[in-house]
T-cell receptor
Framework: GENVEQHPSTLSVQEGDSAVIKCTYS??????FPWYKQELGKRPQLIID?????GEKKDQRIAVTLNKTAKHFSLHITETQPEDSAVYFC????????????FGKGTHLIIQP | NAGVTQTPKFQVLKTGQSMTLQCAQD?????MYWYRQDPGMGLRLIYY???????DKGEVPNGYNVSRLNKREFSLRLESAAPSQTSVYFC??????????????FGEGSWLTVV
């Protein structure tokens, strides 16, 4: 089955700086890579996703890059703000149908004022 | 539009007791999922239902059973609860499934403690 590794587990940055979270996956058949943000006590919510036929996608201060050859993808947040503090999860499709996503273990992003 | 609704939100069980977590979605989605979330472990798939009438095991199915009651509802049952099943449980749904790239939407979560 698919295996997703996510680093770092905790990331502390100064407000206004950029943050980068990296993930690798094992199944070369995976073709869908979403990122979820989870605030304390809340449900995970999709913030951005990318499909395997695209190398980069941007949405305002958030961008995701994908390197299929190396089987890794990254989340970039620029001009970080206090409300960006949360746990972020990367995920990859299992590649076999409607069988859900395999998640990384999460990155706790802390924005220092 | 409520999205994905799950009940109960909080539950305390004694070891050996049984209970059912209920989940319903009103987005006419085909696929539904149950995940558990433990500290430092991310979200792990327990069971999923790709479409009405089908269910399949995920990564951590032991100790659980599921029922896809109809297109809207997907329940998770703990037959004999164990302390290792203390966790936050999330129900989720998607239109066609993660592989096709359709967004997976999560419910608000159910906090279960087994003592």
């Amino acid at each position: 089955g698919e295996n997703v590794e996510q680093h770092p587990s905790t990331l502390s940055v100064q407000e206004g700086d950029s943050a980068v979270i990296k993930c690798t996956y094992s199944d070369s058949a995976s073709n869908y890579f979403p990122w979820y943000k989870q605030e304390l006590g809340k449900r995970p919510q999709l913030i951005i996703d990318i499909r395997s036929n695209v190398g980069e996608k941007k949405d305002q201060r958030i961008a995701v890059t994908l390197n299929k050859t190396a089987k890794h993808f990254s989340l970039h947040i620029t001009e970080t703000q206090p409300e960006d503090s949360a746990v972020y999860f990367c995920a990859a499709s299992s590649g076999g149908g409607a069988d859900g996503l395999t998640f990384g273990k999460g990155t706790h992003l802390i924005i220092q004022p | 539009n409520a999205g994905v609704t799950q009940t109960p939100k909080f539950q305390v069980l004694k070891t050996g007791q049984s209970m059912t977590l209920q989940c319903a979605q009103d987005m006419n989605h085909n696929s539904m999922y149950w995940y558990r979330q433990d500290p430092g472990m991310g979200l792990r798939l327990i069971y999923y239902s790709a479409s009405e009438g089908t269910t399949d095991k995920g990564e951590v199915p032991n100790g659980y059973n599921v029922s896809r009651l109809n297109k809207r509802e997907f329940s998770l049952r703990l037959e004999s609860a164990a302390p290792s099943q203390t966790s936050v449980y999330f129900c989720a749904s998607s239109a066609y499934g993660g592989y096709s790239g359709n967004t997976i939407y999560f419910g608000e979560g159910s906090w279960l403690t087994v003592v």
